[in-house]
C-alpha cells in the first residue's frame, strides 16, 4: 500500500492508528500475505472494572486490526458494517496482547472478516466475526476545524 495514504490527512487522526490523535490508541501493524497484526498494551486510562480492559476499547482494537488488513490490502477503506464479539477473558492493564485479522470470505465489496486478541502464550481473549464494506473513496487533505468544530461545549 501506498503508505502516503496514511499521512497528511484525516487517516492521521483515526482514533486507533492516527498519528496525531492525541487521545488515540497508536496502534501499529505488521502486515503479512494472509493476516494483520498489532501488538497492543492497555495502559490505565484503557480500564474498566480495575485490572482490566474497557470492552468497548477491545471491540476497537479488533476492529482497527481486522480493517487495517483491508485498508493495507485494497489500498481504500472499508467500513464496518456488522460486528460480533466474543469477550472470553479479560485484557489486564500492563499485560502485552496480540490482536491478527484475517479474511474469511467476501462476496462483491462484503467482506468477512475475523479478528482475535491473544496473550503472548497464545491464550485467547477476544474474538470477531465481523463485516466490512470495501468503498471508493480518495484520501483528502488534513482539513482545519470550523470555529467551534470537534470542542468540548
Ligand atoms: C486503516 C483504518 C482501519 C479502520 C477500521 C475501523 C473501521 C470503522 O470504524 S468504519 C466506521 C464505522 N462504520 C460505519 O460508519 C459504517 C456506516 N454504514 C455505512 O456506511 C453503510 O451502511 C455501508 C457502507 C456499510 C453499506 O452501505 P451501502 O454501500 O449503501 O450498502 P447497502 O446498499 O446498504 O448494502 C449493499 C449490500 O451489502 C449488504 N449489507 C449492508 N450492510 C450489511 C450488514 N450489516 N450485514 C450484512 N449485509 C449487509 C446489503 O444486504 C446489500 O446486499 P444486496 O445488495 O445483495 O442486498
Redesign the pocket.
Known amino acids: 500500500m501506498d503508505k502516503s495514504l496514511?499521512n497528511n490527512n484525516e487517516?492521521s487522526w483515526?482514533f486507533?492508528?492516527g498519528k496525531d490523535n492525541p487521545s488515540g490508541l497508536h496502534m501499529r501493524f505488521e502486515i503479512d500475505d494472509d493476516k494483520c497484526t498489532a501488538y497492543f498494551t492497555p495502559r490505565r486510562e484503557h480500564q474498566s472494572y480495575p485490572g482490566r480492559m474497557h470492552g468497548g476499547l477491545v471491540a476497537v482494537l479488533l476492529?482497527?486490526v481486522?480493517?487495517?488488513y483491508?485498508?493495507?490490502k485494497e489500498g481504500k477503506?472499508?467500513?464496518?458494517?456488522?460486528i460480533e464479539i466474543r469477550y472470553r477473558q479479560p485484557l489486564a492493564i500492563g499485560e502485552e496482547v496480540v490482536c491478527t485479522g484475517r479474511e474469511l470470505k467476501r462476496?462483491?465489496?462484503?467482506v468477512e472478516m475475523q479478528g482475535t486478541i491473544c496473550k503472548k502464550d497464545g491464550t485467547l481473549l477476544a474474538e470477531c466475526l465481523s463485516?466490512?464494506?470495501i468503498?471508493d473513496e480518495t484520501p483528502q487533505p488534513s482539513r482545519k476545524l470550523a470555529a467551534g468544530e470537534g470542542e468540548e461545549e
Open positions: 496514511l487517516y483515526c486507533a492508528c476492529d482497527e481486522t480493517g487495517n483491508l485498508f493495507a477503506p472499508s467500513y464496518t458494517a456488522k462476496k462483491g465489496r462484503m463485516k466490512m464494506m468503498v
